[in-house]
């Protein structure tokens, strides 16, 4: 019984010796030091041409780290100076002690930090090196660099160079402006507008089509191309060229003009409206006093040749009233006169009593006429039979709005019409003729 237990004893001193057999030690990294940033540059300028070519480039001491340096990681910092690197951007290296930076990639950090093309700003930058797994995290020195964004514009292309458009066509599609992203790579948004001015003349006079952000064509039917060539001067029914371009802007404000394309434009004439704004509007209710953009429209008279030629109104207006025409609804083009002649920015209009009145202009042959407004019944079914002096004031109407007659007749079985005189239109298109109206 004893050796059994001896041996026993021994069986277990020898388990417990090998089961306490020493581990090695774990590995020691050591903590590393600040690294000393260095770069190529205190000035730097790229253009577009520099895109794709390293134009800055940083180099910085061994933090010596006790891991190998492939792990080495490193964060670039770039922020406007004075900033204290609140606001940044970033470029992460790993495993190298210098990083170089492309002319694009520059470009959109700086434009990312809110800088502004083609104006020379200062940035600090600085390098956090650190363990690859982010441990022992330290600051380098801070190095104040000059640097100037650059506009990086888009490149425009025209579906068409040649295009023509009808007055009845005029929606119909036309033409198809496309274009590639400006600033590539810049993370904000960037806004697009269409501009376009006459051939030749480097937009000095510039007239816009808002795109809006992020979107890369723009297409115009018949009616828009044309009224682009309207807008530069070419006159309805002749050819003009017109050239455009791409702004697109940054969220910040940075500027880039795209190429310029260049569109000859068969042209005609468009619809063109009339206003009546002047001092009687608030008082008669019809919108605010001079207001172009409150005044009543004029009606446009459609027949053949008087179409954008002839208008006319019927309104009351207040004694004294003072008034002009204009085209659109604002004073770009506005029209006054005198005896009967109608002048660009001519003398206001006035009626000396209070009364309704019927208002006509002649655009085209630059005549107007200011006369009594009124409206009848005229023709076999009504009392007046087809004699246009029987008229008034006994089958008259009353003026309820403007352009708007309200009256009752006895009517018989026969046809009739209205009229505004007491003789009939002779054919003429001219602002004084008698105006009737069937159906």
Known sequence: MKKLLSLSLLALTAFLFNACDKVDELPYYEKGTAVTLNSSTATVAPTLADSVANVLSFSWTNPQYGQDTSLYKFIIEVTPAGNNFATKVTKTVTGSLAASITGRELNNMLL????????????????????????????????TISAKPFADPAVLSTEKTTVTGTL????????????????????????????????????????????????????????????????????????????????????????????????????????????????????????????????????????????????????????????????GRSWDVNYGGTGGVLANNGANFTVSTAG???????????????????????????PSGWDPPSVFPLRAMGLAAPNLFVGLTDFTVDGWKLIDNNQWNSGDLNVTNTRSYGS
Not at 312 to 325: D, M, Q, T
């Open 112 to 143: 990312n930090l809110g800088l502004t093309a083609g104006t020379a700003s200062n940035v600090d930058v600085r390098v956090i090196s650190s363990y690859g797994n982010n441990n022992e995290r330290y600051l380098s020195n801070v190095l």
């Open 168 to 327: 009845a066509t005029a929606n119909q599609p036309s033409n198809t402006f496309s274009w590639t992203e400006a600033f590539k790579k810049y993370t904000g948004t960037v806004t697009y507008t269409l501009q376009y001015d006459s051939s030749g003349k480097n937009f000095a006079t510039i007239n816009e089509i808002p795109v809006g952000t992020g979107l890369l064509t723009k297409a115009l039917n018949e009616g828009e191309m044309n009224q682009t060539a309207l807008s530069c001067g070419v006159v309805g029914g002749t050819q003009g060229k017109i050239e455009y371009r791409i702004k697109a802007v940054t969220a910040s404000g940075s500027t880039a003009f795209s190429n310029v394309v260049s569109v000859t434009i068969n042209s005609y004439e468009s619809i063109v409206r009339l206003y009546m704004p002047g001092g009687y509007q608030g008082s008669t209710g019809n919108g605010n006093d001079w207001d172009p953009g409150t005044a009543p429209e004029l009606i446009r008279d459609n027949r053949t040749g008087a179409v954008n030629k002839l208008y006319y109104i019927y309104i009351y207006l207040p004694a004294g009233a003072e008034f002009k025409v204009t085209q």
């Open 356 to 382: 309704y009145y019927r208002i006509s202009i002649d655009r085209t042959g630059l005549q107007y006429d200011i006369r009594e407004g009124r409206m009848g019944f005229v023709g076999g079914g009504t």
